[in-house]
């Protein structure tokens, strides 16, 4: 497997080609199959369940996000193992997540070996959520922090627990992450380490690596979102 690339594949047969010991970040957002309460909704597609029926601007649809909280758990536990297989002693988990899965999500990460560290916010800020009638606007998503055993003391950085940033649209992925907040959480690890991204969309993650000096490798299922993160990326 080659670093500085981003690959055209499934993600869990990219983790698989990575050698035992060789990651010091895994920085990644998976499909959430999440967006319903409810089987049926869950069964819709990425645009019926995360795009406003008030937003005009048409994003390429991406799959592998029907599964219900079972499978998804399980599935998330595959993926997660060849992670920690592949993180190197000390290394890092940050992997995005909604409200809904966040409980799942920490089950696999844990099932999976990592220890969970703790939870940092993305507050998409008042005017990047819609206002809820009778309730709170879903206005942050969830970062989730994990290690492969002890946390690293030797690299001296601070980071907060709360990153506010509002997304400029349009947006290059329908379910994009911020660069700003991007740019703070590769800072991590220090210069010159490799990222890895198995989800990559629009490449936010690896291309905040390569800025701050990292090396980088990642994957990302669909066509449409592989080739436009491949420019992003070159
Ligand atoms: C939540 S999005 C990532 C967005 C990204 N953080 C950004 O800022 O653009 C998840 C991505 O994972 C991709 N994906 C879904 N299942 C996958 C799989 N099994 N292997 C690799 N990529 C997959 C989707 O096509 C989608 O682009």
Redesign the pocket.
């Known amino acids: 497997m080659k670093l500085d690339r981003l690959y055209q594949s499934?993600?869990l047969d990219m983790l698989r080609g990575l050698p035992d010991q060789s990651v010091d970040l895994f920085f990644t957002?998976?499909?959430y199959s999440s967006g319903g309460l409810h089987a049926s909704t869950r069964a819709q597609t990425p645009g019926q369940k995360y795009i406003g029926a008030d937003v005009k601007t048409v994003y390429p649809e991406?799959?592998?996000d029907n599964k219900d909280q079972r499978s998804w758990t399980y599935w998330c536990m595959s993926w997660l193992s060849e992670a920690f297989r592949a993180a190197k002693d000390g290394g890092h988990l940050v992997c995005f997540i909604d409200w809904r899965q966040l409980p799942s999500l920490t089950d696999a990460v844990q099932g999976a070996g990592f220890i969970w560290r703790s939870v940092a916010v993305w507050d998409k800020t008042a005017g990047g959520a819609r206002p809820r009638l009778g309730g709170f606007s879903q206005q942050a998503e969830f970062m989730v922090w994990a290690t492969k055993g002890a946390v690293r003391t030797d690299h001296k950085v601070h980071l907060p627990g709360v990153f506010a940033e509002r997304l400029s649209r349009p947006k290059?992925?329908m379910?994009?992450?911020p660069a700003g907040l991007a740019r703070e959480v590769v800072r991590l690890v220090p210069a010159g380490s490799v990222v890895c991204d198995?989800?990559?969309?629009?490449?936010?993650?690896l291309a905040a690596a390569k800025e701050h000096g990292h090396r980088w490798v990642g994957?990302?299922?669909?066509a449409a979102?592989h080739a436009s993160a491949s420019v992003r990326l070159r």
């Open positions: 499934n993600a957002d998976p499909p991406f799959s592998h290059s992925h379910t994009q992450k198995p989800f990559a969309g629009s490449g936010t993650f994957c990302e299922i669909e979102y």
